[in-house]
């Protein structure tokens, strides 16, 4: 009887399934037709970035480096608190520097920037999404890295008068 249930099994939906976990981010379907129940799952491997803690902030704030790098942590326990104001993120996506790879980033560090100019772009669901300046002032740091994933309300640029 089991060899009659085999040659129920329909090939091409074991198939279909197949490609809908390959299509997206899924890493299981089950499907039930009756007594029959096909489950297709996928492994998924991801390699994991080291994740760095930093201790509690000190009461006494200290100056970055000048060569420090751009991507600094996003985590925001590991920020000490940071004179300007900050530009957030307005919604969870991936912040990019600049306009296309390769180019110029839209700002550096020290950079005058005007009302309205573009300083990053995030991009949220494969929408190219322009984080604009709020006022005229000077880039005083840049808070995130090229193409690093960020949350809503991450500080991303740190605005001075």
Same mark, same amino acid.
């Given at each position: 009887?089991?060899?009659?249930?085999?040659?129920?099994?329909?090939?091409?939906?074991?198939?279909?399934?197949?490609?809908?976990?390959?299509?997206?981010?899924?890493?299981?379907?089950?499907?039930?037709?009756?007594?029959?129940?096909?489950?297709?799952?996928?492994?998924?491997?991801?390699?994991?970035?080291?994740? @760095?803690?930093?201790?509690?902030?000190?009461?006494?704030?200290?100056?970055?480096?000048?060569?420090?790098?751009?991507?600094?942590?996003?985590?925001?326990?590991?920020?000490?608190?940071?004179?300007?104001?900050?530009?957030?993120?307005?919604?969870?996506?991936?912040?990019?520097? @600049?306009?296309?790879?390769?180019?110029?980033?839209?700002?550096?560090?020290?950079?005058?920037?005007?009302?309205? @100019?573009?300083?990053?772009?995030?991009?949220?669901?494969?929408?190219?999404?322009?984080?604009?300046?709020?006022?005229?002032?000077?880039?005083?740091?840049?808070?995130?890295?090229?193409? @690093?994933?960020?949350?809503?309300?991450?500080?991303?640029?740190?605005?001075?008068?």
């Amino acid at each position: 009887m089991s060899d009659d249930k085999n040659k129920n099994i329909d090939a091409d939906l074991v198939r279909s399934l197949a490609d809908i976990l390959n299509d997206t981010d899924l890493t299981e379907i089950e499907v039930e037709r009756g007594d029959l129940k096909i489950k297709v799952k996928r492994e998924v491997t991801v390699a994991a970035a080291p994740i @760095q803690y930093a201790a509690a902030p000190a009461p006494v704030a200290h100056a970055a480096p000048a060569a420090a790098p751009v991507s600094m942590p996003s985590d925001p326990a590991t920020i000490v608190a940071r004179s300007g104001e900050e530009v957030k993120s307005p919604m969870v996506g991936t912040a990019y520097l @600049q306009p296309a790879p390769g180019s110029d980033p839209f700002i550096k560090a020290g950079d005058k920037v005007k009302k309205g @100019q573009t300083l990053l772009i995030v991009e949220a669901m494969k929408t190219m999404n322009p984080i604009q300046a709020p006022r005229d002032g000077v880039v005083a740091e840049i808070l995130v890295g090229d193409a @690093q994933p960020v949350e809503f309300g991450e500080a991303l640029v740190v605005l001075e008068a």
